[in-house]
């Protein structure tokens, strides 16, 4: 089992920055592969970024063009996104999840991961 908890969402202005951080607790961190989900209002929940259990593989959605960053930080059970030049298109609830198995690859698909946070909403003000 692993939990997952999000931090750093909030409110920023157009063409900012935030971090988001995802801790986690339970099962061995470091041993799955990791992504970041968001779901904007009255939309689907879409991928937005991942990364593989030893970091050597990062992948990011379309809509990313450049602005994010993956990273993770396993002897601290972290994992962040990094976002940048922010538009209110990235107004979202943005959510850490965990692959459902250890050692898995990186999947664009929500069913393959098993763990999920609560969420961290993130507004962006034009």
């Known amino acids: 089992q692993v939990q997952l908890v999000e931090s750093g969402g909030g409110l920023v202005q157009a063409g900012g920055s935030l971090r988001l951080a995802c801790t986690a607790s339970?099962?061995?961190?470091?041993?799955?592969?990791m992504g970041w989900f968001r779901q904007a209002p009255g939309k689907e929940r879409v991928f937005a970024a991942g990364?593989?259990?030893?970091?050597?593989?990062?992948s990011y959605g379309d809509f990313v063009k450049g602005r994010f960053t993956i990273s993770r930080d396993n002897a601290k059970n972290t994992m962040y996104l990094q976002m940048n030049s922010l538009t209110p298109e990235d107004t979202a609830v943005y959510y850490c999840?965990?692959?459902?198995?250890?050692?898995?690859?990186?999947?664009?698909?929500?069913?393959?991961?098993?763990?999920w946070g609560q969420g961290a909403q993130v507004t962006v003000s034009s």
């Open positions: 999840t965990a692959r459902d198995a250890i050692y898995g690859s990186l999947s664009y698909y929500q069913n393959d991961y098993k763990y």
């Open positions: 990364i593989t259990w030893n970091s050597d593989t990062t």
């Open positions: 339970g099962d061995t961190f470091s041993r799955y592969a």
